[in-house]
């Protein structure tokens, strides 16, 4: 199969499935698959992005898991999902009118997590309708009826300089904390 442009509209032989669960504790949610990971059809699959090293740091799962093993997060009520499913690559590259709030709202109010974590501000700002630059990290004000929200720097290597491993520690804690 030949191999992706480095963006555009997501063929349905290189989407990932969202992993959604009812009663898991927490989901977290990219802004759309970058070209890497639609290749791999895994979430995170870049070896630049430091999902899978923070998921692991903060004590979330007991193993740094590879991102071919994503479907084994349902068993530590762990789900993943997107943002934008139709498009992939970088932040700067998706069209404004990729990213479906609607949908992750109603999938987020069916699946009913307790904690919606976004993986990047850029994702957290196109659901929450506020400039980037108006959304601290951590927990957040809005709820998706019981769901609580959160907002993570993101993993991204293209994000590396805003990198910080503390709200990534500070959401481990919250999600322990969770019955």
């Known amino acids: 199969m030949p191999d992706l442009p480095r963006y555009g509209l997501l063929p349905d032989s ?20 970058g070209r890497r990971s639609a290749q791999a059809r895994a979430y995170y699959a870049h ?8 998921l692991h740091a903060a004590g979330l ?19 993943l999902t997107d943002l934008a499913k139709r498009h992939f690559g ?10 479906d709030v609607a949908g992750l ?4 109010a069916a699946a009913g997590p307790r904690l919606l974590a976004f993986t990047s501000k850029t994702g957290a700002s196109a659901f929450l ?4 630059g108006r959304i601290a990290l951590g927990e957040q004000g809005e709820t998706i009826g019981r769901t609580r929200l959160f907002v993570l720097p993101s993993p991204s290597g293209a994000a590396r300089g805003y990198w ?5 520690l500070q959401l481990a804690t919250l999600a322990k904390g969770i019955r």
Request: hydrophobic share 40%; proline share 13%; aromatic share 10%.
């Open 105 to 108: 709202r109603e999938k987020i």
């Open 47 to 54: 070896p630049n992005n430091l999902f899978w090293k923070a």
């Open 14 to 33: 290189h989407a990932v499935p969202d992993l959604l669960a009812p009663g898991l504790k927490l989901v977290f949610c990219g802004t759309a698959l």
């Open 90 to 99: 970088n932040d700067a590259q998706l069209p404004g009118d990729a990213f």
């Open 129 to 132: 309708g506020r400039p980037t």
């Open 61 to 79: 799962t007991p193993e740094q898991f590879a991102p071919e093993d994503y479907p084994r997060l349902l068993d530590h009520g762990i789900g």
């Open 164 to 168: 910080d491993m503390a709200p990534w």
